[in-house]
């Protein structure tokens, strides 16, 4: 069974660009999510997807953070303008459905510097 | 307001020992807790799963405990190894489905 794909791995941007990341989640996965993880830190939810339906965005920075998962499979999630406190590593993770009744499974995450 | 709390210092232990890492919650009353492990540069990947009505569930040589009065979840590795050095995240669900992860332990285990 393929893992939870994600892309680019690493990406270097400067403050007040723009950056996109994706992800592919396990198929058959009703549930996405994103977080955010800066070092020393646990991952920070940011946004929880039902298949094309948010679930919960009260932690995105809507000013600059969006998310979209249109046909319910695979997702994007983008950044615009960058600051430098966005610096952080972006895990996609999908699981069978709501709740933490399931386990979520992790892809490998997206490392973004912002200089 | 809600909290988890993980030991932010790194427990260091001999190979052979029993580990235990700690999760304290407030103001929570979570249905489910979780245990991830995660190796520097990976994603976490799910160890265990307890449930509120649980005392205790272990897996191979793993095993997690849940207080829910303590509002506590003690995690072992018993007789630990090099390979079990990693970071262990607990996570809970704060409201029905939404979950929220500790910062996360990290584990070193000496030869």
């Known amino acids: 069974e393929a893992g939870v794909a994600q892309s680019p791995r690493y990406k270097i941007i400067e403050k007040r660009q723009s950056v996109a990341f994706w992800c592919n989640p396990i198929?058959?996965?009703?549930?996405l999510y994103w977080y955010q993880q800066i070092l020393g830190q646990g991952p920070k939810l940011l946004i929880q997807?039902?298949?094309?339906?948010?679930?919960?965005d009260s932690q995105l920075p809507k000013d600059r953070f969006s998310a979209e998962r249109l046909k319910g499979v695979d997702s994007t999630l983008k950044i615009q303008p960058a600051k430098l406190e966005d610096s952080a590593v972006y895990l996609c993770?999908?699981?069978?459905?709501?709740?933490?009744?399931?386990?979520?499974?992790f892809g490998p995450g997206t490392r973004l510097t912002v200089t | 307001s809600q909290k988890i709390e993980q030991n932010s210092e790194a427990l260091n232990i001999q190979e052979g020992k029993t580990a235990t890492l700690t999760c304290n919650y407030t103001?929570?009353?979570?249905?489910?807790l979780q245990w991830y492990r995660q190796d520097p540069g990976r994603g976490p990947v799910f160890l265990l799963l307890?449930?509120?009505?649980?005392k205790e569930k272990r897996k191979e040589r793993l095993k997690v405990t849940f207080d829910t009065t303590l509002k506590q979840s003690l995690f072992h590795i018993t007789a630990s190894q090099p390979a079990d050095s990693a970071t262990y995240l607990c996570?809970?669900?704060?409201?029905?489905?939404?979950?929220?992860f500790g910062r996360g332990t990290s584990l070193i285990v000496h030869p």
């Open positions: 103001n929570y009353s979570p249905a489910y």
């Open positions: 198929s058959g996965h009703a549930t």
């Open positions: 993770a999908s699981s069978l459905g709501l709740s933490l009744h399931y386990e979520q499974y």
């Open positions: 307890i449930r509120e009505n649980e």
């Open positions: 997807f039902q298949n094309n339906g948010v679930v919960d």
């Open positions: 996570a809970l669900d704060i409201k029905s489905y939404i979950p929220t």
